[in-house]
């Protein structure tokens, strides 16, 4: 009897292929099933959105994935994860796992590796194994206060609409309208100033530098006369004047007697008066003084 039949044939390679229809599976989901990885536990309080199969990282380059995951009934609220890493990993003392997420949504494991490189993890050890925070764990922790802003928000934004809706505003805005028209029309005074000033400029200029001409040519003859000379004249002429001053208040000369001696003022005031009264009398009495006779003259009796 012949053992290959056609039904021993089928069965083979129905087999085979349920054999590489797993193999396959396990090789997408990133298992192999002839991995010589060392194994490794990780204890975690919550793992959310992790599943087997998911990749395993250290340093951000890929060491191994999670073969399974396994709720710890013996210790309640504990979750095992399996990790299978190269063997060439060698894990220090100390280190940590955590759950981490990308922008995608995609679940990793990363292990943060401990700072003793001479104490090494075993394989079969346990690591202990945290959640990152995440960007939804952080936005969900924010919520509280997102949701305590919403009432000031909606009264801001009332306050907002009824600023908007005020007709002062309008009014305010018509006049900024005008206020920038009027600036742009002093920018332009000021622009056609500025291009008379740019073309007087160099008539300025020239005037200028003949000021300076002359302040520079003003300097030279003030530097050119003989201060010295000058001021011993100012002081020879100081001290005249103090000497005339000095006669003036003492007794000598005729102004200094004046000045100074009572009853020669007196003596003059009198004259004057008498030569007063003479002119008044001549004035009054001119035949007393002055005789005019056509014969001749005749003898007083």
Do not use: W
């Amino acid at each position: 009897m012949k053992f290959f039949t056609k039904e021993v044939k089928i069965a083979l390679v129905s087999i085979l292929g349920i054999v590489v229809l797993f193999c396959g599976m396990q090789f997408l989901k990133g298992l192999s099933m002839f991995s010589n990885d060392d194994s490794y536990y990780v204890t975690f309080s919550d793992v959310s959105g992790l599943s087997a199969s998911a990749p395993v990282y250290a340093n951000g380059y890929k060491v191994g994935v999670v073969k399974s995951i396994v709720y710890d009934y013996a210790s309640q609220g504990k979750i095992v994860a399996v990790v299978g890493m190269d063997k060439q990993m060698r894990v220090p003392k100390g280190s940590r796992a955590e759950i981490a997420s990308d922008l995608l949504g995609n679940i990793k494991v990363n292990i943060v590796l401990g700072t003793d490189p001479l104490n090494i993890i075993s394989k079969g050890d346990t690591i202990p194994g945290t959640k990152e925070m995440g960007m939804m764990s952080k936005i969900g922790e924010l919520m509280p206060s997102v949701e305590a802003m919403l009432p000031k928000m909606d009264s801001i934004l009332n306050s907002l609409n009824t600023l908007l809706s005020d007709p002062a505003l309008r009014n305010t805005l018509h006049h900024v309208e005008g206020m920038t028209g009027h600036l742009e029309a002093t920018s332009q005074e000021l622009q056609t100033l500025s291009t008379s000033l740019n073309r007087e400029m160099p008539t300025m200029m020239h005037k200028a530098n003949g000021v300076l001409d002359n302040t520079q040519q003003l300097t030279a003859n003030l530097s050119a006369i003989d201060v010295a000379t000058m001021t011993a004249k100012v002081n020879q002429t100081l001290a005249n004047v103090e000497q005339m001053t000095a006669k003036l208040n003492s007794n000598e000369g005729t102004l200094g007697l004046l000045m100074r001696d009572a009853s020669l003022y007196n003596s003059l005031n009198s004259t004057v008066q008498s030569a007063d009264s003479l002119l008044v009398d001549l004035k009054a009495h001119p035949k007393r003084y002055v005789h005019f006779s056509i014969f001749g003259k005749s003898d007083k009796k």
